[in-house]
T-cell receptor
Framework: GESVGLHLPTLSVQEGDNSIINCAYS??????FIWYKQESGKGPQFIID?????DKRQGQRVTVLLNKTVKHLSLQIAATQPGDSAVYFC????????????FGAGTRLFVKA | ETGVTQTPRHLVMGMTNKKSLKCEQH?????MYWYKQSAKKPLELMFV???????ENNSVPSRFSPECPNSSHLFLHLHTLQPEDSALYLC?????????????FGPGTRLLVL
């Protein structure tokens, strides 16, 4: 089947700690993955992406890891800050020759000061 | 600000009303998208326009009618909606159509159908 799901609906971390948000996908034809951040009252904001020919990609304070063997995607946020509090969701693009992106349900990240 | 604006930000309508949502992007992009975000449900792609031409319609009911008069503007015309259509409707744009093109989202229109 086709599904993108998040393991945990909420995550609470202490300011300064690292955060790890997980995502599972089930379609082997997925070739591109994106992480979005959505703050309250705003639209989703692109954070980082990764193609299926990579297993790791780093950005500013964020790292995405892709494990195609177990169809697992994770977002790591280093030194989590209060401004990181938001809903994070992953998305996968299924390579059908067309445009088919499936979004995960989202994980709400709370950062405690 | 992302460069994508949506109006109105909030809308309440009855099932017999006709209303329109407007999206405008100031980024010079050529692709625009409509998404639906329901409470506790994943984001769902509705329509895709590339250079003013509709290229995707993800089995959206005909009570939702998109319009793209130019690459900067996108409308979603609503008529005879159902209560289950209540959701946040998000517009996005990207330089061109493609899943690897970074999409810039507007703040959304929160719609309540009574």
């Amino acid at each position: 089947g086709e599904s993108v799901g998040l393991h945990l609906p909420t995550l609470s971390v202490q300011e300064g700690d690292n955060s790890i948000i997980n995502c599972a996908y089930s379609n082997s034809a997925s070739d591109y993955f994106i992480w979005y951040k959505q703050e309250s009252g705003k639209g989703p904001q692109f954070i980082i992406d990764i193609r299926s020919n990579m297993d790791k990609r780093q950005g500013q304070r964020v790292t995405v890891l892709l494990n195609k063997t177990v169809k697992h995607l994770s977002l790591q946020i280093a030194a989590t800050q209060p401004g990181d509090s938001a809903v994070y969701f992953c998305a996968e693009n299924i390579n059908t020759g067309g445009f088919k992106t499936i979004f995960g349900a989202g994980t709400r990240l709370f950062v405690k000061a | 600000e992302t460069g994508v604006t949506q109006t109105p930000r909030h809308l309440v309508m009855g099932m017999t009303n006709k209303k329109s949502l407007k999206c405008e992007q100031h980024l010079g992009h050529n692709a625009m998208y409509w998404y639906k975000q329901s409470a506790k449900k994943p984001l769902e792609l509705m329509f895709v326009y590339n250079f003013k031409e509709q290229t995707e319609n993800n089995s959206v009911p005909s009570r939702f009618s998109p319009e793209c008069p130019n690459s900067s503007h996108l409308f979603l015309h609503l008529h005879t909606l159902q209560p289950e259509d209540s959701a946040l409707y998000l517009c996005a744009s990207s330089p061109k159509k493609g899943p690897s093109e970074t999409q810039y989202f507007g703040p959304g229109t929160r719609l309540l159908v009574l």
